[in-house]
């Protein structure tokens, strides 16, 4: 069948791929674990639980407005008033179907043929892919681990041209877990003003995973000037662990969220009616239960930088934020696994779900090659023997 140019350019994304071949091995029997997906292993909490329910007995099941109930504009709007500081009416904000979603029609409504969006990496698989998808060109720039993988204003600098019609910015970051200071903020944002055609998409969807005394900060709050050259996509999948819900949202000036509700009605339409209610409830509702989730994240984060780092060879900073480390692994290069010789990531992450059962996602995935990313988001039995296992498989690299 012939397809579109547009579906040839496509692929698929890694981590889902990754976590597809994990799955079917395990309905083939074999006991796989996984670091692979980001989701959090926890259960949607109890009373979001009870909202959808009430939702549907409500009759709260048919079409919406295409870019969202009122009500949970309204928490939305609440949600970043109290949490970030930041003041949007009702029609800055729309609510898609998840944070992915938001950024898809993000980057349709912005880029023309040849616009650029400059994306640092390590990167989250979609970014490019989506860029492309709406005729854009990623412009990658690597980051330095001794930067902590963060883009530098010297480096966005070197890379803002006149074409460049966006920024991506991803604090606390998939797949490093690095969060970005004020300070850095504030100097990325400045680079950022000197370019009136520059945008900044900022993905916070990882906002309230930050350890270790860190806070997330929205650079959109740094200043009005930045606040109206920003859009903010956030969401409700991780931090309320409602990946299967699909709820997400974008806030940001008017025309563009507007040209996103547009693009969004000749789509999908409204994301799911009781979904949507879910979220009120998620958004309204106690905080307490995502306190305990980062609480366990923690822990499990000094776990498995802990055990990687006693790999021969493996170094592994210690994330600031998000549910992912990213262990460096150049080192097992060059050796073999039996009669097998292992030469990037991907090899790597191959050899370790088929010969040792856990998965996980090559760094060349994320557009960094010598890394692995290992989401923590599984509990610590888990974590322990799926590090004993990469340990094994380790000791077997000659
Ligand atoms: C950085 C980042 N942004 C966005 C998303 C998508 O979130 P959602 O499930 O709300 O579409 C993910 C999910 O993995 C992510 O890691």
């Known amino acids: 069948m012939r397809l579109s140019q547009r579906a040839a350019s496509m692929a698929p994304s890694p981590t889902l791929a990754m976590d597809a071949k994990a799955k079917a091995m395990r309905r083939q029997g074999i006991d796989v674990i996984s670091f692979s997906v980001g989701e959090p ?13 009430a939702a549907m007995e409500q009759g709260h099941t048919r079409y919406t407005p295409a870019g969202g109930i009122p009500e949970l504009k309204e928490v939305i709007q609440e949600k970043l008033a109290r949490v970030n500081g930041l003041e949007y009416t009702p029609d800055q ?25 400059i994306i640092p990496a390590p990167y989250w698989v979609s970014y490019a892919d989506q860029v ?7 412009v990658i720039v690597p980051t330095t681990e ?19 019609r966006a920024l991506v910015l991803n604090s606390p970051c998939n797949p490093t877990g690095a969060v970005y200071s004020r300070t850095e903020l504030a ?18 969807i990882y906002e309230p995973f930050v350890y270790d005394g860190n806070e997330h900060v929205s650079i959109a709050s740094l200043s009005p000037e930045i606040k109206a050259r920003t859009l903010v996509i956030n969401g409700v999948s991780k931090m309320y662990a409602m990946t299967g819900w699909r709820i997400g949202y974008a806030a940001g000036p008017k025309e563009l969220i507007q040209a996103m509700a547009d693009l969004q009605s000749q789509s999908t339409s409204n994301p799911t009616s009781i979904s949507q209610w879910a979220a009120v409830a998620a958004l309204r509702g106690s905080q307490e239960p995502v306190g305990e989730m980062v609480a366990a994240f923690r822990k499990r984060r000094d776990l ?7 790999l021969p060879g493996v170094t592994c900073q210690v994330p600031p934020g998000a549910f992912y480390v990213f262990p460096r692994v150049d080192a097992a290069f060059g050796k073999r696994y039996g009669d097998q010789v292992i030469n990037n990531s991907q090899e790597l992450a191959m050899a370790l779900l088929n010969e040792a059962h856990v998965a996980l996602v090559p760094g060349s995935a994320f557009g960094y090659e010598g890394y692995l990313r290992l989401s923590y988001a599984a509990n610590e039995n888990q974590i322990r023997a799926g590090l004993e296992r990469i340990a094994n498989f380790w000791r077997a690299l000659a």
């Open 41 to 53: 292993d926890f259960d949607t909490p109890a009373h979001i639980r009870a909202a959808a329910a």
């Open 93 to 117: 904000i729309v609510v898609s179907v998840g944070a992915k979603h938001a950024l898809y029609n993000a980057f349709q409504v912005l880029l023309d043929p040849g616009d650029e969006v």
């Open 132 to 138: 492309r998808l709406a005729g854009g060109e990623p």
């Open 146 to 164: 001794d930067t902590g993988f963060k883009l530098t204003a010297a480096q966005l600098r070197d890379h803002l041209t006149p074409r460049t």
């Open 187 to 204: 100097a990325l944002a400045e680079a950022v003003l000197a370019h009136p055609d520059c945008l900044i998409i900022a993905d916070e």
């Open 304 to 310: 498995i930088v802990e055990g990687l780092r006693a």
